[in-house]
């Protein structure tokens, strides 16, 4: 076996041990909406969450009966791999991390080892190969989502293979089977998740830009949008009673309600403040989360000069996504790391590097990998700590994910170690990933070697700048309500004392009501009657017209 092939196995069981490693203890409400049903069908042969509705707020409503209120391809495409892990597990959680490692983490590297396949069979060099693969697989935000039962991540993986087989057939417009492909693609990111229908759209316009056979391109349509549809008709008249009734115009909470009949299932017009938040902001944003977007803009301004048509299409793709999602109510995503409603777009952000990587220069080359590692260490923080990070943070990693690991604390990993060694060896991993990738362009010369030192070097400052110096400068999280998040941490993790402790600093910080609310809570939840009593005493006293202001709808729970 030649040095290269050993790098090749070396490089793909580390990026999968990698991959697999976070074992997230806290489903959290949007995980749990999907799981529990998977759970439901196959233990009880029903959609509907029964006691598991206590367990999530993303929820639609039928009467009395809650089911989840997202897209239902997730919840089903599981039910084989969940009908596997409850024989292999005891507890719902062992059985969740089981589920997620039998499906999305081994679709995920069955992914990335295809890509790669594909790329050395057309002679793409072994750098650009691995720097990209690095890409998808640990280089932006989306790592985050090839960890946990999120619609996102299986979307993304969709999207990938539709745009990737969309740009071969008009290379080779006679092999049929890649339309097809291409088509199931897009249709099974719509069954996923509902807004990447935007991403067939555009897909079918750059398709009716060479393809003129009405045949091939009814071909496309049915498959990937007729076909989908007709699914998800037939599971809204299985639920609702009604095909055309989705989950999202049923939603149980009234605040979410009123948002949803807004505009588009709550898209309305393309919004600055949508825009920067997704893209620009400190909490959020892609370019804080994934500076290795940089490169792949800088890649998508090469394919347009260069590979005109499939340039074009990419950027159009990746633009018009973001967009539409700029105009989405929400657009924050909530709680989770990064814009996570933009993680379908890492695939052709990813083939646009592909592309132009092989043509660029040395220095553009290390640059590259500068940012793309530099990402991977970054994510790699997030991952370790808790990738369901709360809304509140204007600054999520030095607000919450460090000081989150300086305590020893983590999201918990495959092999049940303590957080704080885990994290260790997670970047330690990572690190070896990246020593694999860039080792094709380390060697052949002390000046490579000096591009990637002085690239790598650049990403970092490039992330500390970003955020420990601009993103402050940009809004900081009001400490009362850093602590509160804090206690929402505490309070899932079900450590009563901790989360006691923080809601009593947050009321001391800001006198906000609703951490009196929370204590009462959790003293009721760690069997402290009395201290219980006092805080609900408290409330009343300082606060006589609390109940009345949730009523109303003037109190706002962080």
């Known amino acids: 076996m030649t040095a290269e092939r050993w790098r090749g196995l070396l490089f793909f069981v580390l990026l999968a041990l990698a991959i697999a490693w976070p074992a997230n203890r806290m489903a959290g409400v949007n995980v749990q909406a999907r799981f529990a049903t998977t759970v439901r069908v196959v233990e ?30 997730l919840s089903l495409i599981l039910v084989p ?9 005891a507890d719902f959680d062992t059985r969740r991390h089981a589920t997620r490692l039998l499906s999305l983490t081994l679709a995920t590297l069955l ?51 539709g745009v990737l087989l969309l740009i071969d057939y008009r290379r080779d417009r006679e092999d049929w089977r890649l339309l097809i492909a291409s088509a199931l693609g897009f249709g099974a990111a719509i069954f996923l998740e509902y807004p990447t229908a935007v991403l067939g759209g555009t897909a079918g316009v750059f398709l009716l830009t060479f393809e003129r056979r009405v045949g091939r391109v009814a071909l496309f349509a049915f498959v990937g949008a007729v076909l989908p549809a007709l699914l998800i ?15 999202y115009s049923q939603v149980a909470s009234d605040f979410y309600q009123e948002k949803m009949s807004q505009g588009f299932f709550g898209i309305g017009a393309p919004s600055w403040k949508g825009f920067s938040t997704i ?11 994934s500076p290795s977007a940089l490169a792949s803009i800088a890649a998508l301004v090469w394919a347009v000069r260069n590979r005109r048509a499939e340039g074009i299409y990419l950027a159009a793709t990746i633009g018009v996504f973001i967009l539409v999602l700029s105009g989405y109510f929400e657009a924050s995503g909530a709680a989770c790391l990064g814009p996570r409603h933009l993680t379908p777009l890492v695939g052709p952000m990813a083939i646009a590097l592909a592309m132009w990587l092989p043509e660029a220069g040395t220095k553009a080359k290390a640059a590259t990998f500068g940012f793309v590692a530099s990402t991977a260490l970054l994510i790699a ?47 330690i991993l990572v690190i070896a990933v990246l020593a694999l990738a860039a080792a094709p362009l380390w060697k052949p010369s002390p000046l490579n070697r000096r591009y990637l030192a002085a690239a790598f070097g650049l990403g970092l400052t490039f992330i500390c700048l970003a955020h420990f110096v601009v993103a402050p400068r940009l809004g900081t999280t009001d400490p009362g309500i850093v602590r509160q998040a804090w206690g929402n941490y505490w309070a899932g993790r079900h450590r009563w004392d901790d989360a006691a402790v923080a809601y009593e600093k947050a009321y001391e910080i800001n006198d906000n009501p609703v951490a009196l609310y929370y204590l009462i809570y ?14 609900a005493t408290r409330l009343a006293r300082e606060h006589p017209d609390f109940y009345e202001s949730i009523r109303d709808g003037r109190i706002v729970f962080p």
């Open 233 to 247: 008709l037939n599971y809204n008249n299985a639920v609702f009673g009604d095909p055309f009734h989705l989950g």
């Open 111 to 161: 992914t990335l080892l295809a890509w790669d396949r594909r790329m050395r069979r057309a002679g793409v060099d072994e750098f650009t190969r691995r720097t990209a693969v690095a890409l998808l697989g640990i280089g932006t935000f989306a790592w985050a989502y090839w960890v946990m039962l999120f619609g996102h991540g299986p979307a993304a993986l969709a999207i990938f293979w």
């Open 279 to 289: 893209l620009l902001m400190p909490s959020k944003g892609l370019l804080f989360w």
């Open 44 to 73: 009880d042969g029903t959609f509907e969450l029964g006691e598991y509705a206590k367990t999530t707020s993303d929820l639609a409503r039928v009467g009395n009966r809650y089911y989840t209120d997202k897209a239902p391809g």
């Open 522 to 535: 959790v003293h009721m939840q760690a069997g402290q009657r009395d201290a219980a009593a006092q805080a």
């Open 381 to 427: 923080v997030g991952v370790a700590a808790d990738p369901q990070v709360h809304n509140a943070f204007e600054n999520p990693l030095t607000e919450f994910l460090l000081p989150l690991l300086a305590s020893g604390e983590g999201a918990g990993n495959i092999l049940g170690l303590a957080d704080g060694p885990a994290a260790v060896l997670l970047v």
């Open 81 to 89: 791999f969940y009908a596997v892990a409850r024989h292999l597990a």
